[in-house]
């Protein structure tokens, strides 16, 4: 079993930026680990991913402004989001053990999420 937990999340205009962090339990090698988002009435939404072998995965719509890392040592992932715009608006949550970058069917270990709400 994994545990994870978000935290980062609050509000913020437009333009402007904030950092998610995921809390894992414990050391998780050799799968997937990611972010997702989902607004209320819309399906889950795959942001960003940190595949085996450190190679990072981006949605259209993260890439060029979102920035996916990790820290190993201290069982730490991070969600790097500049220019952010009221479309980014959403609860996001971290997943752990997948099978594929951004898709969260894959996914077998998920945070309780943390709300982003961007105004203009």
């Known amino acids: 079993q994994v545990q994870l937990a978000e935290s980062g999340g609050g509000s913020v205009q437009a333009g402007g930026s904030l950092r998610l962090s995921c809390a894992m339990s414990?050391?998780?090698?050799?799968?997937?680990i990611g972010w997702f988002r989902q607004v209320p009435g819309k399906e889950r939404e795959g942001v960003a991913c940190?595949?085996?072998?450190?190679?990072?995965g981006y949605s259209t719509s993260a890439k060029g402004r979102f920035t996916i890392s990790q820290d190993k040592s201290k069982n730490l992932m991070y969600l790097q989001m500049n220019n952010l715009n009221v479309e980014d608006t959403a609860m996001y949550y971290c997943?752990?053990?997948?099978?594929?970058?951004?898709?969260?069917?894959?996914?077998?270990?998920w945070g309780q999420g943390t709300q982003v709400t961007v105004s203009s």
């Open positions: 997943a752990a053990d997948g099978t594929a970058c951004l898709t969260g069917d894959n996914y077998k270990y």
């Open positions: 414990r050391s998780i090698y050799g799968t997937y």
């Open positions: 940190i595949k085996p072998r450190g190679v990072t």
